[in-house]
């Protein structure tokens, strides 16, 4: 990796920490749909399940519904 892309890297991982929770949770579950809706193959689901897990991080009234979705495509990963 070179000294550009770990700078980039950083300002990305900046970035996203100033993020106030609410928006990091809508910008996953928005890739997640996308994700989705490009197909559920390999490591696909992999993705998908990340950015749903990441999308009802410490928000109960979300959880259940997101993290149904999420199980679903950890187990579709797996297997």
Do not use: N
């Not at 197909?39 to 749903?52: D, K, L, N």
């Not at 999308?55 to 579709?76: G, R």
């Amino acid at each position: 990796m070179s000294q550009v892309d770990m700078l980039w890297q950083v300002i990305k991982d900046v970035i996203y920490e100033m993020l106030p929770f609410k928006q990091r949770r809508h910008i996953h579950a928005h890739i997640a749909r996308e994700l989705l809706s490009q197909g559920t193959s390999g490591m696909q689901c992999v993705s998908i399940a990340h950015h749903y897990t990441m999308a009802c991080k410490d928000v109960e009234e979300m959880e259940i519904d997101l993290a149904t979705i999420a199980i679903d495509h950890w187990e579709t990963a797996v297997c």
